[in-house]
């Protein structure tokens, strides 16, 4: 483009919005990230910062890119500017369809002037709202991700929070299947997430849950795994993109369509979850290699191809404004 075009995001989902405005400064593009008030403890103070943050940035921003529909108010308010729109899950998947939400979902995705879906699964719920929608995919920042180094213990972690989301009744299910196969005193260590509302019951079940924790932290955890076991609802979120980039190797079950057919994982149905996990635990150096996360991460969600996808979108808004 002839002239660059001074973006300013809004709100973060999984880090998506910072990795892509990183990448997008790195190519030396006017763009920044300002964070909603829930990170920076909620409250009136956290909200009244917020403000001011889109206060300042106001004048020297073109438009906006929101993330997560429902949150757009903020940027066809006081302080209105032509805004594109990404829709990271809950948004279109449940929200935009309920009685109690469907009239401000709306709203933001008809005042958007381009809209972006982040996982394949959402394709056709996004295009029912949206018929321009577009597949964006989860970009994962490769050089904050460290070096695979499984623990002295054989160790399989589930990366995804305990809820309804992330697959819920079925999810503790696959758990169960997986202490069963690999689990016990004598067997793999089987670690989660201290977080969702049925993460209590993963460990009822003989899953060791570790707490929140930073992302750098958290990506030591994984990086600790021999295997990771991604969420049931047919995708893949940014944790189990993050275990791939590391090299982990991941089991990915029941997949939705839109994936690539060079998936790096260990795609099989829910129910042979635990056979897979075992499988992969005999031998998770030589699963790890034949399946080529890492480079399939690299091609598939890097940021850096993304931007020209970005800038295309931007121009598109700022078209349809004028």
Known sequence: MSQKIRVTQLFDCADVAKTLVAEGRRQGQPWRLIQG????GGGKAAYYRFRAEQLLAYPGTSMWHVNMGGRAVWARGALSRPY??????????ENYWQDQHHQAMKADIDGA???????????????????DAEYLPIPVNMAELPAWAPAPRPRVIFPSRWDASKGGDTLLQVAADVVAAVGGPNGADIV???WGDRAAEAAELGVRLIPKMPKQQFL???AQAHVAVGQVAGILATSELEAMGIGVPTIFADQVDGYSADLATISVS???VGQAA???LADPVTTSQK?????????????TGMIPTLEAGYAKVLGRSV
């Open 192 to 194: 989660g997430l201290d």
């Open 113 to 131: 002037g381009h809209v972006w879906y982040a996982t394949p699964d959402l394709r056709e719920k996004a295009e029912r709202a949206r018929p």
């Open 291 to 303: 399946l080529q996360g890492p480079e399939y991460i690299r091609v598939h969600h890097g940021a």
């Open 220 to 222: 030591q955890e994984l």
């Open 278 to 280: 075992r499988e992969a």
């Open 37 to 40: 008030p829930w990170t920076r």
């Open 84 to 93: 594109a729109l990404t829709l990271h899950g809950t948004d279109i998947r």
């Open 270 to 272: 829910r129910s042979d």
